[in-house]
Nanobody, 124 residues
């Protein structure tokens, strides 16, 4: 059974940083793309970025403007989302997701598994 568990959310002031973690379990993820999404009430889920687990190739949404970085620790089966220069508009619930053999996945319906989400709140 695949399980994705996010952590690391919280309250931070504008301009600050947070690092979110996503621990993946239940299978070998070398053929998966790991994505990060975010959602605020009343808005559609938004793609943030993705990384292919095997090759480490990354791709980010234009709205991120180079402020976020995705990385992974194979030994810990964990994917990270480092968020710097946070803005109030980054406030959302952030989700980790896994897509099997969809190496360019940017849409939510391309992902097979989802975590429960972690709240990030950026105060002005």
């Amino acid at each position: 059974q695949v399980q994705l568990v996010e952590s690391g959310g919280g309250l931070v002031q504008a301009g600050g940083s947070l690092r979110l973690s996503c621990v993946a379990s239940g299978r070998t993820f070398s053929s998966y793309t790991m994505g990060w999404f975010r959602q605020t009430p009343g808005k559609e889920r938004e793609f943030v970025g993705r990384m292919t687990w095997s090759g480490g190739s990354t791709h980010y949404a234009d709205s991120i403007e180079g402020r976020f970085t995705i990385s992974r620790d194979n030994a810990k089966n964990t994917v990270y989302l480092q968020m710097n220069s946070l803005k109030p508009e980054d406030t959302a619930v952030y989700y980790c997701a896994a897509a099997f053999r969809r190496f360019t996945a940017t849409q939510g319906d391309e992902y097979d598994y989802w975590g429960q989400g972690t709240q990030v709140t950026v105060s002005s």
